[in-house]
């Protein structure tokens, strides 16, 4: 169920750059070019100036980006609305890898996550980003026709161990 959502938070996270340096262990952060998205990870919240969701048993809700978060998981599948759009996102974990495919926000998402890379499609975008670090991830991304070289992404443990709450918080903040 926590993998779910923060695939969840993850697609949230991606609205707007924030300001705050990363924690090395408490923050999920990602850098590009042009902006720094970060935001703080707890056993039952992620928060930033943007984003402010809680976790509950299966449930994740709140607010981010301005647009409210209402989502629940069963059975490994993350359902419900952000903003007025549709959440149905199938999380799975294979060997190690943690799969998300379906929609987020109403768009398409299918991207995996492994000790070794990030890749797949999240929204508007594409990633590749193979690991540098146990917890640092770099390579490339393009957004609609701009292509990115230089994005890189951290990802605390404690969030790395939690599928749902991993795919929750990647699905918004990659799709920025």
């Known amino acids: 169920m926590k993998t779910s959502l923060l695939t969840a938070l993850g697609l949230l996270a991606c609205g707007s750059a924030l300001a705050a340096p990363p ?3 408490q923050d999920l952060t990602l850098k590009t070019r042009d902006r720094s998205l970060s ?3 707890t056993d039952d919240n992620l928060s930033s100036s943007d984003v402010q969701l809680s976790f509950e ?4 809700r709140g607010k981010a980006f301005g647009r409210p978060v209402d989502l629940t998981e069963k059975d490994d599948v993350l359902k419900g609305t952000y903003g007025q759009k549709p959440v149905n996102l199938k999380v799975t ?3 190690d890898t943690v799969v998300a495919v379906g929609t987020f926000g109403g768009q398409v998402s299918n991207f995996q ?3 070794q890379q990030v890749t797949g499609t999240v929204g508007p975008c594409s990633y590749e980003l193979l690991i ?4 640092r991830y ?3 991304r393009t957004c609609g026709d701009r292509k990115d070289d230089k994005v890189s992404l951290f990802i605390p443990a404690s969030l790395a161990d939690e599928e749902t709450q991993l795919a929750t918080a990647l699905s918004l903040l990659l799709a920025q």
């Open 23 to 25: 924690s090395p262990n």
């Open 39 to 41: 935001m703080r990870v």
């Open 57 to 60: 048993h299966d449930t994740v």
């Open 93 to 95: 974990d294979h060997e």
């Open 113 to 115: 996550v492994s000790p």
């Open 132 to 135: 540098t670090r146990h917890d």
């Open 138 to 140: 770099e390579g490339w």
